[in-house]
């Protein structure tokens, strides 16, 4: 099939089976890498109210998506020999002497499989907030469920990542958010990715510029939900917050996951590495370094979804085809399973495999 004639059917394919969905709540962005080239389609309103429409340059709320930048780290600090992944976590962080915590390594904190679940984790979520001290004084003392052991099992945790982000800050003595940008962001090219300390009423501390690109979030059901720039999170420390990427910006970090382009050689290592499955949950899922491995009518995606109540974010990647997807909305719940179960094997077909 031409080039020509592809880009018409990715057209059709994501405003068939994702714009469809937007429904005057918000707004969505989608960007498709295929055949080398990347297509960026956007939807709706990042603001209803003030009638500003979603662009390639809109700035949205990443949520968990956020976990593949740490991840990357972990990856790369793994390749140049900084840690081993079977490090236990209290080398870096001695505070750590809780019996069950002291065990956790930085490989299983990456790939879900610590165990470790805290408040922070499930409904109910908690009202109140955690301290540094608090935080690690609630993992010395936490115990699991009978039979739990580190790595024996896969319970997907964020109180993990956060304490992933302590190692890292921890072992090379430098903010979450300069690591990142240092070791990632910069290499890549990607120059509108933020990951913004929070300020008073829990706002993302941003330029005006770019707080002025800053989509306002809204509830499935089309509430207002914070102003543009909110952050959300249980966690009062510095580097806790949310991150923030444009679709453009996030687009070069699906390419570079698909593609052999990257210049540093470690760095494309490292992005190739978080894809790998380390651990198998059933015959059709298995978790990576925070992505997750979806095996299903035999295509493989490699995929991580995100999201808050009032954002949804979600990258899929099909590493043997070299085509994936990024959705960004502007809306809590937006049905982003449509990528992984519908969009990314009706890409498969189109390209004939």
Do not use: C
């Not at 059901?221 to 952050?231: E, V, Y």
């Not at 009062?236 to 382009?261: C, E, R, V």
Request: hydrophobic share 35%; charged share 20%.
């Amino acid at each position: 099939m031409a080039d020509r004639a592809v880009d018409e059917q990715i057209k059709r394919i994501v405003t068939t089976e994702l714009a469809s969905k937007v429904h005057d709540r918000g707004g969505l962005a989608v960007a498709v890498h295929a055949a080398g080239q990347t297509q960026i389609f956007t939807y709706g309103f990042a603001d209803q109210a003030a009638r500003r429409r979603i662009t390639s340059d809109t700035l949205f709320n990443l949520a968990s998506v956020r976990k593949l930048f740490e991840a990357t780290l972990v990856s790369l600090g793994s390749i140049r020999g900084d840690f081993s992944l079977d490090d236990p976590a209290s080398k870096y962080l001695p505070e750590l002497s809780g019996d069950y915590v002291k065990r956790v390594t930085i490989g299983q904190l990456a790939t879900h499989t610590s165990g470790l679940l805290l408040p922070t984790d499930h409904p109910p979520w908690p009202t109140d907030s955690y301290s540094l001290s608090r935080f690690l004084e609630s993992l010395n003392s936490w115990t699991p469920k009978a039979g739990e052991e580190p790595g024996k099992q896969r319970v997907y945790t964020h109180a993990g990542y956060v304490l992933l982000q302590l190692v890292l800050e921890r072992r090379y003595g430098r903010p979450i958010g300069e690591l990142i940008s240092r070791y990632v962001l910069k290499p890549l090219g990607m120059k509108e990715t933020f990951l913004p300390e929070r300020g008073l009423g829990d706002q993302a501390q941003l330029a005006p510029k770019y707080l002025a690109r800053v989509v306002q979030g809204y509830d499935d059901d089309g509430s207002i939900i914070g102003p543009p720039g909110h952050q959300q999170g249980y966690y009062t420390f510095p580097g806790t917050g949310q991150m923030f990427s444009s679709p453009k910006d996030l687009a070069i970090f699906l390419a570079a996951s698909l593609d052999n382009h990257v210049v540093d050689p470690q760095l494309r290592q490292a992005l190739k590495m978080t894809q790998q499955e380390m651990f198998r949950v059933d015959t059709g899922f298995g978790q990576a370094i925070a992505w997750e491995n979806v095996h299903r009518n035999g295509i493989e995606v490699v995929d991580k979804p995100g999201g808050l109540n009032n954002a949804t974010a979600y990258i899929g990647l099909m590493p043997r085809q070299r085509m994936g997807v990024v959705l960004l909305a502007n809306r809590g719940e937006f049905p982003y399973e449509i990528a992984r179960y519908r969009v990314l094997p009706e890409l498969a077909r189109l390209r004939g495999q």
